[in-house]
């Protein structure tokens, strides 16, 4: 009698180790699942999610986002100029603004010069996005804001092929709102020229596309 209360208790006691250690084990799954699932939403930031670049007095004056690929695109041809790497020139003779774009948007680029944030390269078949500062210096964005319908832009490409444009939208959004990325543009090139309005509060957005003779 002994004997078999003893190989109950026995059994009792595997099945309860047995329980705890299944329980365990699901903890630890839920909980590795769980952490997946915050890297994976962490590193799978949408586009909407901007960050912003500061000045030295704090203000916001151009956008970026660390969810866009700030590599170098096999398809830019870069030359240097100034001791800087440039994907092309940019020209907008309604502000007196000549300019080199930069490759990549970075804190330490845009302090330099404009940047490309996204698109195809310079004078290629898409919406080529370039960011700035509006610091009122000679190669930034701070006239930006005297663009008008109709003004030209000109980009040239390290080929020497220069291109005008013309503007047909201009409009100040909020950083969330990035439709003015897109890249479907029907097969036209387009240009769209980004940075903050007084006070960072929005973007002043200009869109140009290309003119034909």
């Known amino acids: 009698m002994k004997s078999k209360i003893i190989v109950i208790n026995n059994i009792k006691t595997v099945l309860i180790l047995f329980f705890t250690i299944i329980f365990i084990v699901f903890l630890i799954i839920n ?28 203000t916001t004056d151009a956008i970026t986002t660390s969810t866009i690929t700030n590599t170098i695109s096999q398809s830019d041809v870069l030359i240097e100029v100034n001791g800087e790497m440039v994907i092309g020139k940019l020209e907008i003779p309604k502000i007196n603004l000549v300019t080199y774009i930069l490759p990549e948007t970075t804190e330490e680029t845009l302090n330099k010069s404009v940047t490309k944030l996204c698109g195809p390269k310079v004078n290629g078949v898409g919406n080529l996005c370039v960011t700035g500062h509006n610091y009122y210096k000679d190669n930034m964005f701070g006239n930006l ?13 390290n080929n020497g092929n220069k291109i005008e444009y013309g503007v047909y939208e201009i409009c100040k959004v909020y950083p969330e709102e990035v439709e003015c990325l897109s890249q479907d543009t029907k097969g036209e090139r387009e240009v769209t020229l980004i940075t903050c309005t007084t006070g960072a509060v ?12």
């Open 145 to 157: 804001k005297e663009i008008d319908i109709n003004d030209k832009i000109y980009l040239t490409d």
């Open 31 to 58: 909980s590795t699942s769980e952490n997946n699932v915050d890297n994976i939403e962490n590193n799978n930031t949408s586009v909407n999610d901007l960050s912003n670049i500061t000045n030295e007095n704090k």
């Open 202 to 213: 929005k973007r002043l957005i200009v869109k140009a596309v290309e003119i034909y003779d």
